[in-house]
């Protein structure tokens, strides 16, 4: 090609610039977040929600942190032979265009010694973390044990 | 055959026939019925067993007998399966309630982690779920005087750093009859309406067979 047209399509490279749809957290999205109130003299709590991966590849969640705790975990409980158990989670993958549901008897959070007793209605913030992707923050409430699905939807 | 050989045989095959029919229909009343959970016609009579309940009282054997008991297993730092199942079992107690059925029931949680789960905690604990429920401590030599009766397991993780644990434990929640024996198992996963169902048909069979 004539450097003449090479300088002429120099102006398309800024459209390079522009980020396209992919493997990023706009691919993300959480919903449905819960938490349980604690009971009293219960330094620890459950918190559950959906993770809604419409990337083309898998995302790897790495972790939960909250300011309202001092410490989140992720665990699954299952019951095996009749026993229940829970299993701390390392990291939890998230297949691309698929979901995962932290529910009740399945993945859920662990929040440890909250930095104040939270009431049910209050709001707090998570941060979910992830290997290849920046992390999302996200708000969720603290409902009563039991009680029904709450909707709160956060993705970018 | 001569005539009178054969009606002998007809006797004997109407005799037999007779017979069969009254073996037959004295076994269906005592046939098990399909009830999920119930330990029929083999119930096991607990023995002598000796725990706290959450205001320091005694309780063994003699405070089972007179009412159907609803016990399952659990510790107050587990997070999800132990507040679900008191959750439920809330609904199942409130429900009975407003049916003004004749309940006679008491629902108690015995703790498996008698470390950490002091009388004090496992009162406000199950208070939380429902007033009427009953939590249960002993140490561990006294709470296997109540597992070891109805095969529950239970064991605890290694410690972390930071001093906490998990506690494998049985998922299932037991029946008592007012005579002290354990009538039925109700296996995990859990929902109110499969336990009300359950409860009202074990309840009803064993009342009519005791």
């Not at chain 1, 297949?95 to 939270?118: A, C, I, R, T, W």
């Not at chain 2, 119930?43 to 063994?60: C, R, V």
């Not at chain 2, 159907?68 to 107690?93: K, Q």
């Not at chain 2, 037991?174 to 048909?201: C, E, K, M």
């Amino acid at each position: 090609m004539k450097p003449f047209n090479l300088l002429r399509l120099s102006f398309l490279i800024p459209l390079l610039l522009i980020p396209v749809p992919g493997l990023g957290q706009e691919s993300i999205s959480i919903r449905n977040i819960r938490i349980n109130e604690a009971p009293p003299g219960i330094n620890v709590t459950a918190g559950y929600f959906e993770i809604y991966n419409n990337n083309d590849t898998p995302v790897v969640l790495t972790g939960v942190t909250s300011p309202a705790f001092e410490r989140v975990e992720m665990h699954r409980s299952s019951v095996k032979d009749g026993i229940a158990k829970m299993e701390k989670q390392g990291s939890i993958t998230i297949p691309e265009n698929s979901n995962l549901v932290f529910k009740q008897g399945d993945y859920h959070l662990m929040l440890y010694n909250p930095v104040k007793k939270l009431e049910k209605d209050e709001m707090i913030k998570l941060v979910f973390i992830f290997s290849d992707i920046d992390s999302l923050e996200a708000t969720a409430m603290i409902r009563e044990i039991g009680a029904g699905e709450e909707h709160h939807h956060h993705h970018h | 055959m001569n005539l009178k050989n054969f009606s002998v045989f007809l006797a004997i095959v109407a005799v037999a026939l007779a017979l069969a029919s009254y073996l037959l229909g004295q076994q269906r009343p005592e046939s098990r019925p399909e009830i999920q959970g119930l330990l029929w016609p083999d119930p096991k009579t607990l023995e002598e067993f000796s725990l706290l309940d959450q205001h320091g009282h005694e309780f063994g054997l003699t405070r089972l007998k007179g009412k159907w008991s609803f016990i399952f297993f659990g510790y107050t730092y587990c997070p999800d399966i132990c507040p679900i199942t008191l959750a439920i079992m809330s609904e199942v107690r409130n429900r009975l309630n407003k049916s003004d059925e004749i309940n006679n029931l008491q629902t108690i949680f015995v703790s498996v982690d008698p470390e950490r789960d002091s009388l004090q905690r496992l009162g406000e604990y199950t208070g939380y779920f429902n007033p009427e429920f009953i939590g249960l401590w002993g140490s561990e030599d006294e709470l296997r005087s109540l597992t070891g009766q109805l095969g529950i397991f239970f064991e605890k993780h290694q410690a972390s750093e930071s001093g906490e644990y998990l506690v494998d434990h049985t998922a299932a929640i037991f029946l008592i009859d007012p005579q002290g024996r354990l009538v039925a198992i109700l296996s995990s996963p859990h929902d109110a309406d499969t336990i009300l169902s359950n409860y009202r048909r074990i309840r009803s069979f064993i009342e009519i067979h005791s």
